[in-house]
């Protein structure tokens, strides 16, 4: 959920300008780092599906000991 939420906190779509990435981050309750993580991950991605679909490990965890 948090993804969608800084997607939709960064769209600029009909001339909307969105506000700084801290103040961003910090309504989101994420780090300044991680919105520009989630963002780049956005634009890198084929189609809006593809982005917000968890992808599954290759491995499983490891358990603990």
Excluded: C, W, Y
Excluded at 12 to 38: C, F, M, W, Y
Aim: aromatic residues 4%; hydrophobic residues 35%; proline residues 8%.
């Amino acid at each position: 959920m948090k993804r969608a939420a800084i997607v939709l906190a960064l769209d600029t779509a009909g001339g909307r300008k969105p506000e700084t990435e801290a103040d961003n981050a910090h309504h989101i309750g994420v780090s300044r780092q991680t919105l520009q993580k989630v963002n780049k991950d956005f634009e890198r991605a084929a189609n809006l599906n593809a982005f917000l679909q968890r992808t599954k490990r290759e491995t499983p965890p490891v358990p603990p000991k």
